[in-house]
């Protein structure tokens, strides 16, 4: 019996792999294995968007996260890399959907919004939940404090990472990127916190742009890993809860669980993402 959910997925991984090449969609419903006459009902019905409609959405999320993060592209780069031949096209394409210019949208991302006009649904992967116990010695941190909607982390990422630049004492490729939540995002989005953390091997000299100095306690932590969408983490996290904790008869500590990311949103296409998620023990 077919397996809808996992040739969606396959699919979906399919076009975000060949986001630079001219995708057909007569190639990509053969590629699934599904009838013709209801391949594109049976998309929709896991992604919420159409084939033409998803090519799209990739294609202009890999755009906004170049146009933030990659600031040494130029937008016309980025524009031939979404499939446009002139800034002009892209530029008003990118405005019909985000409802701010390239250029707008690099000096002041609306992040919240654009979360709203880029969504789409991604089928949950069938992996199994391995979670391993590890023993970790004390790191000291520096960190930037999110107080606020989930939506609006991605502001406070860009503002820790320009940080980590410009001062160099947390190398983004040399150090270890950890997200620290401090609720469920779910509860109580308008007062969530979420703090944006990098290794340091040395005491902050001062205090600037709110960085502040912290630290991951030592001791034994519960570490599962998940590969794909950052959407998917909370269920990680209420896996370990509902269920690790109780099959082996664990007790978390007085500490946040926490995210170590391995590669960027930004670098990667959104199913290569890999996290750690780390839960300190009693």
């Not at 980025?78 to 019909?96: L, M, P, V, W, Y």
């Not at 999110?146 to 609006?152: F, L, N, S, V």
């Not at 983490?233 to 099959?247: A, S, V």
Request: hydrophobic residues 35%.
């Amino acid at each position: 019996m077919m397996n809808y959910e996992q040739q969606i997925q396959q699919i979906s991984d399919y076009i975000q792999f060949h986001l630079d090449e001219k995708l057909d969609i007569e190639a990509i419903y053969q590629l699934s294995g599904f009838s013709k006459f209801h391949f594109h009902r049976i998309f929709s019905a896991y992604t919420g968007v159409s084939v033409t409609r998803f090519i799209v959405l990739c294609r202009f999320k890999r755009a906004s996260y170049q146009l933030a993060f990659h600031l040494q592209m130029n937008i016309l780069e980025i524009a031939i890399d979404a499939g446009f031949e002139s800034h002009e096209a892209f530029t008003r394409a990118f405005k019909k959907l985000t409802g701010q210019t390239p250029s707008e949208f690099r000096s002041a991302p609306h992040w919240q919004n654009w979360h709203h006009k880029l969504h789409y649904n991604l089928p949950r992967r069938n992996t199994m939940m391995n979670v391993d116990i590890i023993q970790r010695k004390s790191e000291k941190i520096a960190y930037l404090t999110h107080q606020g909607h989930p939506q609006k982390v991605l502001e406070t990422a860009n503002h820790f990472m320009i940080w980590r630049k410009e001062t160099g004492l947390s190398p983004i490729k040399s150090s270890h990127t950890y997200g620290i939540p401090y609720s469920d995002p779910l509860e109580d989005p308008e007062n969530f916190r979420f703090d944006i953390a990098g290794s340091i091997t040395q005491d902050l000299p001062n205090f600037t742009h709110e960085i502040a100095q912290g630290e991951i306690p030592a001791g034994r932590y519960a570490k599962l890993t998940h590969i794909g969408s950052h959407n998917e983490l909370n269920e990680c996290i209420y896996y370990l809860y509902r269920q690790w904790l109780n099959e082996y008869q664990e007790e978390a500590a007085d500490f946040p669980v926490f995210f170590q990311y391995h590669n960027f949103i930004h670098e990667v296409p959104e199913h290569e993402l890999m996290t750690d998620i780390l839960l300190l023990l009693k």
